[in-house]
């Protein structure tokens, strides 16, 4: 059964840093789209980044780009989400997903079909 945990969350400062870990299991990860969404109170969930299957590409809403990077350790099973100079604006509930066996990356909540259960990021001083 595919599954997917993410963890490292937790509580910064602005400015601070933190890694979000996504591990897979139940499916051969090589294969597949990981995307990272969020979701802050009132707003709807949206695209953070994503990689490919092939590791072919990668993608980042713009208000994290320079400060987010997303790799993947298909050895491991897990995909990983390095988050610098963190700011208020980035606190939210921040979930992994994937799609079908070798669907390109998206920005759309709507194209992934499985989701981890989530993982809080707050920053506040």
């Known amino acids: 059964q595919l599954q997917l945990v993410e963890s490292g969350g937790g509580a910064v400062q602005p400015g601070g840093s933190l890694r979000l870990s996504c591990a897979a299991s139940?499916?051969?990860?090589?294969?597949?789209?990981i995307g990272w969404f969020r979701q802050a109170p009132g707003k709807e969930r949206e695209g953070v980044s994503c990689?490919?299957?092939?590791?072919?590409?990668?993608n980042y809403l713009d208000s994290v780009k320079g400060r987010f990077t997303i790799s993947r350790d298909d050895a491991k099973k897990t995909v990983y989400l390095e988050m610098n100079s963190l700011k208020p604006e980035d606190t939210a509930v921040y979930y992994c997903?994937?799609?079908?066996?070798?669907?390109?990356?998206?920005?759309?909540?709507?194209?992934?079909?499985?989701w981890g259960q989530g993982t809080q990021v707050t920053v506040s001083s």
């Open positions: 997903a994937t799609r079908r066996p070798l669907d390109s990356c998206s920005g759309r909540a709507v194209d992934f079909n499985a």
């Open positions: 139940g499916f051969v990860m090589d294969y597949y789209t």
């Open positions: 990689i490919s299957w092939s590791n072919s590409s990668t």
